[in-house]
């Protein structure tokens, strides 16, 4: 069974920063894609970022130039650099791994972003 542990939630100003971690435990996490997404509160979950085995990455149009995924193959580690953040950013983040026909969901860690 895989597990994902997301963290680096917290609470930040507008214009600040935050790194979110993933650690996995499962064995094919090298050749899987891993993925952020993000829950605010009264909202539907959405798709944040993803990453391939082979490092191509796809973002939502509203965190483009601002977050940067990347992963570490061999920490079996995803991260989520966040900068520029805004309030709209607020929400629950949740760390995914996916391969064939199979996905796999951190805990999530909470990302509030306030003055």
């Known amino acids: 069974q895989v597990q994902l542990v997301e963290s680096g939630g917290g609470l930040v100003q507008p214009g600040g920063s935050l790194r979110l971690s993933c650690a996995a435990s499962?064995?094919?996490?090298?050749?899987?894609?891993m993925g952020w997404y993000r829950q605010a509160p009264g909202k539907e979950r959405e798709l944040v970022a993803t990453?391939?085995?082979?490092?191509?990455?796809m973002y939502a149009d509203s965190v483009k130039g601002r977050f940067t995924i990347s992963r570490d193959n061999t920490k079996k580690t995803v991260y989520l650099q966040m900068t520029s953040l805004k309030p709209e950013d607020t929400a629950v983040y949740y760390c995914?791994?996916?391969?064939?026909?199979?996905?796999?969901w951190g805990q999530g860690t909470q990302v509030t972003v306030s003055s």
């Open positions: 990453i391939t085995s082979v490092g191509s990455t």
């Open positions: 499962g064995l094919f996490f090298s050749i899987n894609t």
């Open positions: 995914n791994e996916r391969t064939v026909g199979v996905e796999y």
